[in-house]
């Protein structure tokens, strides 16, 4: 009971990643998803650099920062390059 209490606590985009993390978790044996993985991060990078922020650690925040803009970046050009794939064949 403690543990889904401490969960609805969580902010949203935390609980999705989390929750994206958990259905993966019993084949970790696997490599997860590629574009699982990069939501993932750009969901707890966003998070975390808020928290940062709201804590004044402004340098931590800005890598944070762009650990997020990197992993979109490659999400997007992932999905493009798979666009572009698809349309070739």
Same mark, same amino acid.
Request: hydrophobic share 50%; no cysteine; net charge negative.
């Given at each position: 009971?403690?543990?889904s209490s401490?969960?609805?606590?969580r ?5 999705d990643? /989390?929750? %994206?993390?958990?259905? &993966?978790?019993?084949?970790f044996?696997e ?7 990069? &939501?993932?991060? /750009?969901q707890? /990078?966003?998070? %975390? ?5 709201s804590a004044?650690? #402004?340098i %931590?925040?800005?890598?944070? #920062? ?5 992993a ?10 798979? #666009? ?6």
């Open positions: 009971m403690a543990a401490a969960q609805s606590k902010p949203p985009a935390l609980r990643a /989390t929750a %994206l993390l958990m259905r &993966h978790r019993p084949a044996a490599p997860l998803p590629r574009a699982d993985v990069l &939501h993932y991060i /750009t707890m /990078t966003a998070e %975390l650099s808020s928290l940062a922020r004044r650690l #402004d %931590l925040a800005y890598f944070l #920062d762009m650990a997020r803009v990197e979109a970046a490659t999400a997007v050009d992932e999905a493009v390059a798979d #666009d572009q794939d698809d349309s070739a064949t």
